[in-house]
Antibody, heavy 125, light 109 residues
Framework: EVQLVESGGGLVKPGESLRLSCAAS????????MHWVRQAPGKGLEWVSY????????YYADSMKGRFTVSRDNAKHSLYLQMNSLRAEDTAVYYC??????????????????WGQGTTVTVSS | EIVLTQSPATLSLSPGERATLSCRAS??????LAWYQQKPGQAPRLLIY???NRATGIPARFSGSGSGTDFTLTISSLEPEDFAVYYC???????????FGGGTKVEIK
């Protein structure tokens, strides 16, 4: 079964750090671009970050630049999001999602076709 | 930055009725638009990619159309399980950032 499972969420104080993990199974993880997407309580979806299949390229939404770092370990089929200097407005459910399929150096976008169940991050004093 | 505007914000319909959801982009995204369904407490589910291609396992009552700046998601005959929030999404060419629309809630009338 193709699956993504997030972990690492919790309650932290403003300014603190947290590291989220996303474990992939059922597919060749190293062949896919991965994204983090978040959803604040009662709000819509907000893209957080992108990481290429080979880890060569990483991109972030403007409000996360310099505070969040995305990484992946293809040998461990895992995706990570290191979040530093957390703010109250970072409170959200964080999802990892599978993006482009890459093969032979060519990537094809079929939408975010696999999502994890989400992990909740609460930033509050 | 491309902005996606979804309308209406809320659609009140009865089971069996046809639902038409709109997504407008602030500039052309060609056909590179996807649609997702999200139910309370659940992760989003991909319905449509490249404006009109149904994702694996998505029923035929869901269809997408459009190109450029104007897109439509149509649910031909609403089933009870279709009442949910729907989001459109596009991806920039490079850098590959994603943008989501604000969502349309389809509720039972």
């Amino acid at each position: 079964e193709v699956q993504l499972v997030e972990s690492g969420g919790g309650l932290v104080k403003p300014g603190e750090s947290l590291r989220l993990s996303c474990a992939a199974s059922g597919f060749t993880f190293s062949n896919y671009v991965m994204h983090w997407v978040r959803q604040a309580p009662g709000k819509g979806l907000e893209w957080v970050s992108y990481i290429s299949a080979s880890t060569s390229y990483k991109y972030y939404a403007d409000s996360m630049k310099g505070r969040f770092t995305v990484s992946r370990d293809n040998a461990k089929h895992s995706l990570y999001l290191q979040m530093n200097s957390l703010r109250a407005e970072d409170t959200a459910v964080y999802y990892c999602a599978r993006g482009d399929h890459c093969s032979g150096g060519v990537c094809r976008d079929y939408g975010l076709d696999v999502w994890g169940q989400g992990t909740t991050v609460t930033v509050s004093s | 930055e491309i902005v996606l505007t979804q309308s209406p914000a809320t659609l009140s319909l009865s089971p069996g009725e046809r639902a038409t959801l709109s997504c407008r982009a602030s500039q052309s995204v060609s056909i590179y638009l996807a649609w997702y369904q999200q139910k309370p407490g659940q992760a989003p589910r991909l319905l449509i990619y490249d404006a009109s291609n149904r994702a694996t396992g998505i029923p035929a009552r869901f269809s997408g159309s459009g190109s450029g700046t104007d897109f439509t998601l149509t649910i031909s005959s609403l089933e009870p399980e279709d009442f949910a929030v729907y989001y459109c999404q596009q991806r920039g060419n490079w850098p590959p950032s994603l943008t989501f629309g604000g969502g349309t809630k389809v509720e039972i009338k």
